[in-house]
């Protein structure tokens, strides 16, 4: 319903490639309040000058919103927290627990997200899970299993940031790549 109705206030218009920019620019990164260490991302916002808040998000740990801009025709801020979020594990000793201990619970929160989500994976990569190079007792051949499962099941891509100083980078640009597409 919400996708909907943001659909249609922008088929509306048809935005130049200024107007565009500045939709782009002003894009605000909705962090969840649950999220406790994540000061390498702000961080990089901040160096950035990338607008960030703090909100519950009923899914996901980040997602963004476009601020009300008369000028554009977007007469209140336009949230997309139940149609594009980035689910974000600190590591592969994280996303483990997540798929042994608390698969019930993450399977659940995972039904309930939108179609449109990544799951980030930070300071890991996909030949970590394949060596066993992580700290767990899980093992390799369920965790890679587990991985590429819950990917199709739930249509999840997985992306892997071995050095997490990009991670502020990826959040931006996949939001901001998400609002082109939609844009278009």
């Not at 990569?125 to 051949?141: L, P």
């Amino acid at each position: 319903m919400i996708l909907r109705r943001t659909k249609t206030i922008f088929n509306k218009y048809k935005y130049t490639d200024k107007e565009m920019e500045e939709l782009i620019s002003s894009i605000t990164i909705l962090i969840d309040t649950r999220e406790k260490v994540n000061s390498h991302i702000t961080d990089y916002f901040d160096r950035k000058g990338i607008s960030y808040k703090k909100k519950a998000l009923g899914y996901g740990d980040y997602s963004f919103m476009i601020p009300a801009n008369e000028k554009l025709s977007i007469p209140r801020d336009l949230y997309f927290n139940t149609t594009c979020v980035i689910e974000r594990k600190a590591s592969l000793e994280e996303i483990s627990g997540n798929l042994t201990k608390e698969r019930d619970r993450f399977e659940k929160e995972l039904c309930l997200a939108p179609e449109t989500k990544v799951l980030l994976i930070e300071n890991a990569s996909y030949d970590d899970i394949a060596t066993g190079n992580y700290d767990t007792k899980y093992n390799r051949k369920s965790f890679i299993a587990s991985i590429h499962s819950f990917w199709f099941k739930y249509n999840i891509p997985v992306m892997f940031m071995p050095n997490n100083q990009y991670s502020g980078l990826f959040i931006r640009e996949y939001f901001e790549y998400f609002l082109k597409n939609y844009l278009r």
